[in-house]
C-alpha cells in the first residue's frame, strides 16, 4: 500500500486552465453576436441601397414608355394641325362658314379615328367657333378672353397647350392643343385646335403600372402645371410651384431624378421626369419610397431570422459548455484530491480503455466517413432543393464535372446505339429558333448563323436534347472549317422520298441543312466521315465523335444523315427525320377487367436497386418528396415483398440486376398480377428498351434529374 502511494506521488498531475477555456468560450460568444449584427447591418444597409437603385432604374424605363408614347401622340397631332392649316390655307372667317359643312366631314375624317383625340375646332381671328367636328352646325361659342386662345394667337406657329378643362361639347376631360393660323401676309387668320383626352392618358398609364398604388405617372407642362396624373389627385388639391420638380421644369432640364415629399398628400417617392421631345412638356413617373421600405424590411426580417436560428443555437450551446465547464472544474479539484491514490490500482486498465477508445474512435470515423462518401453524389441535387445554402460555388463545380461525365458518356453510348431515348414531338418552327442562341455562342463572333425555314413544317418525334447536341457538333464543325469566317444556313422544310438514294422508306420527312461555305472535305475524308473516333483535328482538339453522333440521332428516330462536300466550297449535312403524328391515346381499361386491384394508395416507395450507393442516392430524394421508401436490392426478393402482401404507391426498379429476373421481368409480373400497380424503370444501357416500352411503364433514363422523378411520385407526408 505505501509503494502504491509512492508511485502516484511520483506521478505528474495532469493540469487543466479552466479560466483560460472560460475566457475563450466568451470570446466565442462575444463574436457570434457582434460578428452577425455586423454582417447584418452591411447586409441591410447595402440590400436597400441596392432596392432604391433597382427602383430608379423601373421608374426610368416607365419615364422612356412614357416619353415616347406621348412624342407618338403629339407628333401625330402636330401632322393634324398642319394639314388642316394646309388644308385652309389663307380662308377668313367668312371663307370658313361659308362650308362650314364640308371642313366639318373633314375635320371628322382626319381625326375620328384616334382614340386620343376628342375632338377638333376651328376658331376665328375673335376667338369665336367656327367648325367643330363633334357637332354640327357648331355652337355659338367665343374664347375672345380667354388666355389659351391669346397665348396660342402670340405664340404661332409654335403649339400650345391648354390646362385640363371639362370640353362643353365632347362632355369629357381634355387639354388642348392650339396652332395659330397666319396668312400670307403675316396676320392671324384664328386657330386650329385638337382636344386631346385626358383617360386616353391615364389608361396608358395604369395599363403601364399594372395598378400598382405605389406607382404614379403625370403629364406636365413645362410651367409646372399639370395635364394628366395617374392615380388622380384629390379634387381640389394643388401641388406646390416652388417644388424642386416644377424647379427643375422650369429650367427646361432634359432629363433627371428626384426625391422628394409631396406637398399634397406628403407621402416621399423616388421622381424619374423627361422631356417629351421638342415639346414644352414632361412626362414624369414616381414610386412610393414606403414600399421600397416596406419590402426591405420584410426582406431583412426574414433574413435575420434565418441568421438568428444558428445564432441562438451558438448562443445556448456556450452557455450549456460554460455551465458544464464550472461542474468540471469542481468535479476536476475533487478528483485531483484522490487520483493519486488511485493511479497505481488503475494503471492498467487506463491502458485497456485508451485501447478500447482508441478503436471505437476508429470505427466511428470509418464509419461516419463511408457514410459522407456514400451521399456526395445525392446530396449535389439535395443541396439544388435546398438552393445551396451559400455552398452555390463549391456545389456548381461538382456539378460541372459530373455534367461534363454525363455528356461524354452520353456521346459514347449515343454512338454505340445504347443511349436510352427520351423521345417526345419537336415542334422545329419554335425549336430551333429558342436553339439558335447557343447555335450562335458555338460558332463564334466570326460566323453567322442563318435561319431558313418554310411555313407550317411538319413535327418529329425525337430526342431534343440529342438533336440539339447534334446541331452543336454541325456548328463547331463548320467555326473549325472558316477560321477566317463565313455563313454557317441552317435550312428546314417538308420533304416526301419516293424512291430516293437514302435507303429509307418511302414516306414524309423533315429535312434539316446545315450548310457553311468552308474549306470543304476531300473524297478520302468524305467516306469516312460518319465513323466513330474519326477525326481529322490535331491530338487534343477533337474526340472523332461529332458527326457519329449525328448519324446516330437521326437512325434512332427513324431516318438518316447524308454529307456532301465540295473543297474550297463548303459542305452540307442533310439529317432527315420521319414526320411524326400523333396516334390516338388507347381507351382506359375498366377496373373490372383487372385480374387483382391493389389497395388505396400507401404512400410507400418500394425501391428496387443492387447499387447500394444509388439506392441512398435515390432514397434521400424521394424522403424530400415526403414518401416512405423501401429498399430491396434484387427483382426477386422484391417480388417475394409484393406477394407478401406490400402495398405501395410505386414501384421504381433498375434493369440491370443480379438474380433470376432483372427490372423487366419484375415489371412483367407486376403488371400480370397488380394490373393497377404503378410501375416505373430506371436504366443506363438501351439493351430491352422496346421490350420494356411495350409494356407501357414509365422509363427514366439514368441520369435523370429530380424533376423526372417528382413528376412519377407525388406522395403526402
Known amino acids: 500500500m505505501q509503494r502504491a502511494e509512492r508511485v502516484a506521488v511520483d506521478i505528474p498531475m495532469p493540469s487543466r486552465n479552466f479560466a483560460a477555456t472560460r475566457r475563450m468560450l466568451l470570446t466565442v460568444l462575444a463574436v457570434s453576436i457582434l460578428f452577425p449584427l455586423t454582417c447584418l447591418a452591411g447586409y441591410g444597409y447595402f440590400d436597400y441601397q441596392r432596392r432604391i437603385a433597382d427602383s430608379n432604374d423601373m421608374i426610368d424605363r416607365l419615364a422612356r414608355v412614357a416619353e415616347e408614347q406621348a412624342a407618338k401622340v403629339l407628333d401625330l397631332n402636330q401632322q393634324m394641325g398642319a394639314r388642316i392649316v394646309e388644308l385652309l390655307g389663307n ?308 456539378e460541372r464535372a459530373t455534367s461534363t461525365a454525363e455528356a461524354l458518356t452520353r456521346r459514347l453510348l449515343s454512338v454505340a446505339r445504347k443511349q436510352p431515348l427520351k423521345q417526345e414531338p419537336v415542334d422545329l418552327a419554335h425549336w430551333l429558333p429558342a436553339a439558335a442562341p447557343l447555335i450562335n455562342a458555338a460558332l463564334g463572333d466570326n460566323v453567322e448563323l442563318a435561319l431558313n425555314m418554310v411555313d407550317q413544317v411538319w413535327p418529329v418525334l425525337t430526342d431534343p436534347t440529342d438533336l440539339e447536341f447534334a446541331i452543336m457538333n454541325l456548328a463547331v464543325n463548320a467555326r473549325d472549317a472558316m477560321p477566317r469566317g463565313g455563313r454557317f444556313v441552317i435550312r428546314c422544310q417538308n420533304n416526301r422520298l419516293v424512291g430516293s438514294d437514302t435507303l429509307l422508306p418511302d414516306g414524309e420527312y423533315v429535312l434539316i441543312a446545315c450548310t457553311d461555305d468552308g474549306e470543304g472535305m476531300p473524297e478520302a475524308v468524305l467516306r469516312r466521315a460518319f465513323e466513330p473516333l474519326f477525326t481529322t483535328k490535331l491530338r487534343g482538339s477533337g474526340t472523332g465523335l461529332g458527326l457519329a453522333q449525328v448519324l446516330a440521332v437521326c437512325e434512332q428516330a427513324g431516318g438518316t444523315a447524308r454529307i456532301d462536300s465540295v473543297p474550297g466550297s463548303g459542305t452540307t449535312v442533310r439529317m432527315y427525320l420521319p414526320r411524326y403524328r400523333e396516334r390516338q391515346k388507347p381507351q382506359d381499361v375498366p377496373a373490372s377487367a383487372f385480374k387483382r386491384v391493389m389497395p388505396a394508395s400507401t404512400g410507400m416507395v418500394l425501391l428496387v436497386e443492387d447499387n447500394e450507393d444509388v439506392a441512398a442516392g435515390v432514397m434521400a430524394v424521394l424522403e424530400t418528396f415526403g414518401c416512405e421508401v423501401r429498399h430491396e436490392p434484387t427483382a426477386d426478393q422484391a417480388l417475394d415483398v409484393l406477394k407478401g402482401g406490400g402495398q405501395f404507391e410505386l414501384v421504381l426498379s433498375d434493369i440491370q440486376m443480379p438474380g433470376k429476373m432483372n427490372g423487366i421481368d419484375l415489371a412483367e409480373r407486376v403488371r400480370s398480377a397488380y394490373p393497377a400497380q404503378k410501375i416505373a424503370l430506371m436504366t443506363g444501357y438501351a439493351d430491352e428498351l422496346e421490350r420494356a416500352r411495350r409494356l407501357g411503364v414509365a422509363i427514366l433514363a439514368k441520369p435523370f434529374n429530380i424533376d423526372e422523378l417528382h413528376a412519377l411520385v407525388v406522395c403526402e407526408p
Open 91 to 398: 380662308e377668313d372667317d367668312a371663307q370658313i362658314r361659308a362650308h362650314e359643312s364640308a371642313l366639318h366631314n373633314r375635320l371628322q375624317e382626319i381625326g375620328g379615328d384616334f382614340p386620343q383625340v376628342s375632338s377638333i375646332f376651328l376658331l376665328g381671328v375673335n376667338g369665336a367657333l367656327l367648325v367643330s367636328s363633334r357637332a354640327y352646325p357648331a355652337p355659338e361659342m367665343s374664347t375672345r378672353q380667354g388666355d389659351d386662345f391669346a397665348t396660342a394667337k402670340a405664340m404661332r406657329p409654335e403649339p400650345y397647350f391648354s390646362l385640363p378643362i371639362y370640353g362643353p361639347i365632347s362632355q369629357t376631360n381634355v387639354f388642348n392643343t392650339l396652332m395659330g393660323r397666319s396668312g400670307a401676309d403675316g396676320q392671324f387668320l384664328g386657330v386650329v385646335s385638337v382636344a386631346l383626352r385626358s383617360d386616353y392618358f391615364s389608361r396608358f398609364y395604369r395599363d403601364l403600372t399594372g395598378g400598382d398604388a405605389s406607382l404614379a405617372m403625370g403629364l406636365y407642362r413645362q410651367d409646372g402645371n399639370l395635364l394628366v396624373r395617374y392615380p388622380a389627385w384629390p379634387a381640389g388639391a394643388k401641388p406646390s410651384a416652388a417644388s424642386q420638380f416644377a424647379q427643375a421644369l422650369r429650367d427646361r432640364q432634359l432629363f433627371g431624378h428626384i426625391r422628394l415629399k409631396s406637398t399634397v398628400d406628403g407621402v416621399e417617392r423616388l421622381l424619374a421626369f423627361r422631356r417629351v421631345g421638342d415639346y414644352p412638356l414632361y412626362v414624369m413617373s414616381a414610386y412610393a419610397t414606403s414600399s421600397i421600405g416596406a419590402a426591405w424590411r420584410q426582406h431583412f426580417m426574414m433574413i435575420a431570422a434565418l441568421t438568428a436560428v444558428p445564432c441562438v443555437a451558438i448562443w445556448l450551446l456556450v452557455m450549456y459548455s460554460l455551465r458544464q465547464l464550472e461542474a468540471e472544474r469542481r468535479a476536476w479539484e475533487r478528483w485531483q484530491g484522490e487520483v493519486a491514490m488511485r493511479l497505481s490500482a488503475e494503471a492498467s486498465s487506463r491502458q485497456l480503455q485508451r485501447m478500447g477508445a482508441l478503436g471505437n474512435l476508429v470505427a466511428n470515423v470509418a464509419h461516419d466517413f463511408n457514410n459522407l462518401l456514400m451521399v456526395v453524389s445525392a446530396n449535389v441535387e439535395l443541396a439544388r432543393l435546398k438552393r445551396f445554402n451559400n455552398l452555390e460555388k463549391e456545389m456548381l463545380a461538382v
